[in-house]
Every structure is written in C-alpha cells, then in structure tokens.
C-alpha cells in the first residue's frame, strides 16, 4: 500500500515535498516512482529512482527543479519539488514496481510498469 501526502497550494516558485509512505512487501527492492495527472490530461511520467538510490532518472519538464529520494529504513519516498510552476499543478501519484531488477529509464516512463499506486496528492500553483 502507498499513501501520499505533502500536497498544498504554493504560488510559482514556491516549494513543496511530498511524501509517499509503503507498507507490506519488500519495500527496499521496489523501484519508486511519481506520476502526475492534471485536469483534462494523461498521467505523465516526472520521475523515479532505482532501490538503493543509486539511479535517478527525470522527466525533461521537471528536470533540475525536482528530486527524488527514498529512506528505505523507514519506506519512505520522497518529491522535493523547487521552483514550481503553474503548469505543475496536478494530481501526484506514487507508484512502485516489486521487480528489483533495473530495466532502464524507458521502461518506467510507462505507468504500466508499476504494480502498486497511491491514491494521489493534490499541488496547485498559483501565478
């Protein structure tokens, strides 16, 4: 189960963290991603990293203003998302994939790699 949080409203430039908190199965081995979803519009992929936080891998759009973390001790992911921006305004998704064998950024742009979905946060950006 994944539960996100951290969701707000936040004017552009503004920063937000969102959390996603695992429980059940082997959360240390799952690669963890996070999606967003505006209104009118498909889910999009904004970025993952590999179990052991050793591989990161971001959509173009975000790249340089978001991080991506995990402390596997606690089964925490996490979204450090700086210098927002009004069209970042979304439903974020967490998302985990139970294979622990790394199958390349490619391969977790699609949503459909993922076994495992959170519920989704709400960020607005305001200009």
């Known amino acids: 189960q994944l539960v996100e949080s951290g969701g707000g409203s936040v004017q552009a430039g503004g920063s937000l963290r969102l959390s996603c908190a695992a429980s059940?199965?082997?959360?240390?081995?799952?690669?963890m991603a996070w999606f967003r979803q505006a209104p009118g519009k498909e889910r999009e992929f904004v970025a993952v990293?590999?179990?052991?936080?050793?591989?990161?891998y971001y959509a173009d759009s975000v790249k340089g203003r978001f991080t991506i973390s995990r402390d596997n001790a606690e089964n925490m992911a996490y979204l450090q998302m700086n210098s927002l921006k009004p069209e970042d305004t979304a439903v974020y998704y967490c998302?985990?994939?139970?294979?622990?064998?790394?199958?390349?950024?490619?391969?977790?742009?699609?949503?459909?790699?993922?076994?495992?979905w959170g519920q989704g946060t709400q960020v607005t950006v305001s200009s």
């Open positions: 059940g199965g082997t959360f240390s081995v799952y690669t």
């Open positions: 998302a985990a994939d139970s294979d622990e064998i790394w199958r390349g950024s490619s391969y977790y742009i699609d949503s459909r790699s993922y076994t495992y």
């Open positions: 990293v590999k179990w052991n936080n050793g591989l990161r």
